[in-house]
């Protein structure tokens, strides 16, 4: 997901400098371009030699290179960067950043830098809990750096406490997430206003009010992490905006909020209006300082146009729009009447009777009330509430399925594009070298083995994650894992991914040594790591196969099948044959059974005549969708005890309620009938469908 991106990574000297070279390793390995940029004493506890190898650039310590004088643009870096990382950052230069000492090359290229900086701090506990660390990460924070904590446990000290630098693995996921969480606001652009509006009285004096603005900063923040191009009308407000992907136009007055806004939202997806925007301004502005006088003042007020109504009465078909409701009484009535009469998809409202919700604090507690649903939320960090709103949005784009960038797979390989993760966190203490080893192998071997005959252009590559979590670890090599297996598939002319397969597979044994080669060959199946890698590759290829064309997938299925036969020897009884077992050798079975054809048949009728035409015709999608629910229910009743059944009742549950989140009763009793039978502990979901007013 850092494929790409140039990043200058900054090291200071702290004895978790070493870290620098993992946290490097994993960023190169994204695919991310990393120049490294080092205090003069970081070299006392990591040799630039050691980062230049693993970037692949020299590394810059100095303004001015030693061997020819040329200078080392502090400038040019700053401008270069998609993102700037210091990690460690020490007490020092946490310091003298707040500060703006710029006595070494990185200050001044932190200084410089146009990008989005990521602080992680380590040193000792009582430094890091000393006051002045902590007001200069408060100053960094409030200079739109993003601050990633020190972790807590024993220190170079010995002493236990907080001032760890952070896993290199969870600062990549900080970078990571910040660039993009989930992406489904990918190609989205998304207009928001935030702030308030002050109008003008005279040149000293205006109406305000008490907003913030925090809480559309925050939702602009999450909308850009998750893929959109946001455009931020914001009022008079004192808060930054780090994200590269938010477009910010300052206003003052409800009057120029109001152009800027109706000015851009025709080439918008959706506005989110949290702006407290002015109702009324001072009818005439005096041009001068208005003097005191003896006898009492009365300014006389005009009404402001309303933002929100314009838009609503502009709203073309596919296009999304959210308002807020701050009320002081009667809060779900007033909510109501602007929902209405704004012609809002769904308000966002908080009552000042709530505690720690509205204006100037940083908790908010919300209820989204759309035109026939309302879901309330606890009281929450307003960051957290934004991803509630946004996540309630994204579900609004998921049912309309109109979404028109088509999505393109970025790595290199052939059949997958997978994502291999391996999490050692439980045993940790280990060699992580040998993790580390271990996860390249297995994202070598699933995306750069070749496993069909067939081609596969980039954009057809099926996407998947394979998540690996070590459960145990001895030193001659002999692991025990959990597997979750996921694998997607796009729904066409939409960058929505809907998942074709989803299972955990608790436990699986094997053996691995550092540079062992992971290899399969399908006659001798002697390694019960890449027999069950390959027996998922098979399982995905397949499933993947069947979405495309009715029972397509039968070839590969079928090489699933073999696989899990001939892996009885190895001793694992997650291939244990016989029925109800839940494990991998029962899913195949059940899948690849005659009394499971109308599964088969249904995975191609819900993917491609069903969700694929909803984002044409969503009636039509929806009625080819629910035939498939027959087709589930007929399977189920000629072979109950099929886990494979209730699996996709699981993974497909949330699609299925956004799927039914519009439809007729007869549709709704369908469904709910069907599914309740097969898997009744979806009670909850399914109470959702029922609960829905068409
Ligand atoms: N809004 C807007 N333009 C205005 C006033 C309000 O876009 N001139 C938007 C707000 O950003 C919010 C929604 O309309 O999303 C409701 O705002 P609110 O001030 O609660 O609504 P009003 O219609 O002004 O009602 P009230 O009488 O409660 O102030």
């Excluded at 960023?27 to 120049?35: D, I, N, R, S, T």
Aim: charge should be negative; proline fraction near 3%; charged fraction near 25%.
């Amino acid at each position: 997901m850092l494929k790409g991106k140039k990043i200058v990574l900054g090291v200071t000297g702290s004895i978790a400098a070493y870290k620098a070279a993992m946290l490097l390793r994993l960023l190169v390995k994204e695919g991310a371009e990393v120049q490294v940029v080092m205090t003069p004493f970081a070299k006392e506890f990591i040799t630039p030699l050691t980062l230049s190898t693993l970037s692949g650039r020299p590394v810059f310590c100095d303004f001015f290179n030693a061997s020819d004088g040329a200078w080392n643009s502090h400038v040019e870096l700053g401008l270069w960067a998609d993102a700037m990382i210091i990690a460690p950052a020490t007490a020092s230069t946490l310091g003298k950043m707040a500060n703006g000492v710029a006595d070494n090359l990185l200050v001044t290229t932190y200084l410089s830098m146009k990008a989005p900086v990521f602080i992680a701090p380590a040193m000792d506990l009582d430094m890091y809990a000393h006051p002045s660390t902590q007001r200069n990460v408060e100053i960094l924070k409030g200079y739109g750096n993003i601050i990633i904590e020190a972790a807590s446990g024993e220190l170079a000290s010995h002493l236990n406490g907080k001032g760890r630098l952070e896993e290199p693995e969870n600062i990549v996921k900080a970078v990571k997430d910040f660039f993009c969480v989930s992406c489904d606001l990918k190609g989205r652009k998304v207009l928001i206003t935030a702030g308030p509006t002050y109008e003008k009285i005279d040149p000293v004096r205006f109406i305000g009010n008490y907003s913030s603005g925090k809480m559309g900063f925050a939702i602009a923040e999450e909308c850009a992490r998750r893929g959109a191009d946001v455009t931020l009308v914001a009022g008079p407000v004192s808060l930054v905006t780090p994200h590269p992907s938010i477009n910010r136009i300052d206003v003052e007055s409800a009057n120029e909020m109001y152009d800027a806004t109706v000015g851009a939202f025709p080439s918008c997806d959706v506005a989110i209006l949290s702006a407290a925007v002015a109702d009324y301004r001072p009818a005439n502005q005096a041009s001068e300082k208005i003097k005191r006088t003896a006898s009492d003042m009365i300014i006389e007020l005009q009404a402001n146009r309303d933002i929100a109504a314009t838009l609503g009465g502009m709203k073309a078909e596919n296009q999304r729009l959210v308002g807020f409701a701050l009320e002081t009484n009667n809060g779900e009535i007033n909510a109501n009447e602007k929902l209405a009469k704004k012609n809002l998809d769904f308000i966002v409202l908080n009552t000042l009777e709530d505690k720690g919700a509205g204006f100037a604090c940083d908790t908010n507690k919300v209820t989204i009330i759309g035109k026939d649903s309302k879901t309330e939320y606890p009281l929450k960090s307003k960051k957290e509430v934004a991803k509630d709103i946004v996540s309630h949005l994204a579900k609004l784009f998921l049912v309309l399925l109109v979404m028109l960038v088509p999505i393109t797979a970025s790595a290199e390989g052939e059949e997958l594009n997978a994502t291999v993760t391996l999490n050692a966190s439980k045993v940790q203490g280990s060699d992580t070298e040998v993790f580390e080893q271990l996860e390249n192998s297995l994202a070598e071997f699933i995306n750069n083995r070749k496993w069909t005959a067939n081609t596969y252009e980039e954009e057809e590559r099926i996407t998947c994650n394979f998540t690996f979590v070590v459960n145990s670890y001895a030193n001659d090599g002999s692991f025990d894992c959990s597997l979750m297996v996921q694998a997607t598939r796009p729904v066409y002319g939409s960058s929505y991914l809907s998942t074709i397969f989803k299972y955990e597979d608790k436990s699986i044994k094997f053996r691995y040594q550092p540079f062992d080669r992971l290899e399969f060959v399908e006659e001798s199946v002697d390694n019960n790591l890449t027999a069950t890698i390959a027996f998922y590759v098979y399982l995905i290829i397949g499933m993947d196969m069947d979405t495309m064309g009715e029972l397509g997938g039968s070839e590969w299925l079928n090489k699933s099948l073999t696989i899990a036969q001939n892996a009885q020897n190895l001793g694992d009884v997650n291939w244990k044959m016989g029925s109800g077992n839940s494990n991998r050798y029962s899913i195949i079975d059940d899948y690849l059974n005659g009394a499971m054809e109308p599964v088969r048949k249904l995975m191609y009728k819900y993917h491609r005549l069903g969700l694929d035409t909803m984002y044409k015709n969503a009636d039509n999608g929806r009625k080819a969708i629910t035939e498939c629910f027959e087709l589930l229910k007929k399977a189920y009743e000629d072979r109950p005890m099929a886990y494979f059944t209730k699996l996709f009742t699981e993974y497909k549950i949330d699609e299925i309620v956004n799927v039914y989140s519009k439809c007729t009763d007869e549709e709704k009793k369908i469904v709910v009938d069907v599914l309740s039978d097969i898997n009744p502990s979806l009670y909850k979901e399914l109470e959702k469908i029922t609960k829905n007013n068409n």
